[in-house]
């Protein structure tokens, strides 16, 4: 069983920059994508950025020049570096990653999501 456990959120002002982390753990005979998602009351899970065991990336059109999203491998941790924030960046971040576990059942996985306050 893979679990994610997010790290980082918090408060900060509006353009400020916070940094948040997933670690994975488990076995799994692949974990890949790796991807941060963002929720706000009301609203649908969106995608923020997403990376691939290869370094691609994609980003959300609201993010792009402001967040960096990066992985290590050898550790199975995702990043996603924060910059300029606003306070429509408020939300609960989610890590998110594409299983292969030994049995080859796939699955996505989810963290417990970590919170991102930007004040005005």
């Known amino acids: 069983q893979v679990q994610l456990v997010e790290s980082g959120g918090g408060l900060v002002q509006a353009g400020g920059s916070l940094r948040l982390s997933c670690a994975a753990s488990?076995?799994?005979?692949?974990?890949?994508?790796m991807a941060w998602y963002r929720q706000v009351p009301g609203k649908q899970r969106e995608l923020v950025a997403s990376?691939?065991?290869?370094?691609?990336?994609n980003y959300a059109d609201s993010v792009k020049g402001r967040f960096t999203i990066s992985r290590d491998n050898a550790k199975m941790t995702v990043y996603l570096e924060m910059n300029d924030l606003k306070p429509e960046d408020t939300a609960v971040y989610y890590c998110?990653?594409?299983?292969?576990?030994?049995?080859?059942?796939?699955?996505?996985?989810w963290g417990q999501g970590t919170q991102v306050t930007v004040s005005s």
């Open positions: 990376i691939t065991s290869g370094g691609s990336v």
């Open positions: 998110n990653a594409d299983v292969i576990a030994v049995s080859r059942a796939r699955f996505a996985a």
């Open positions: 488990g076995v799994a005979l692949s974990i890949d994508p």
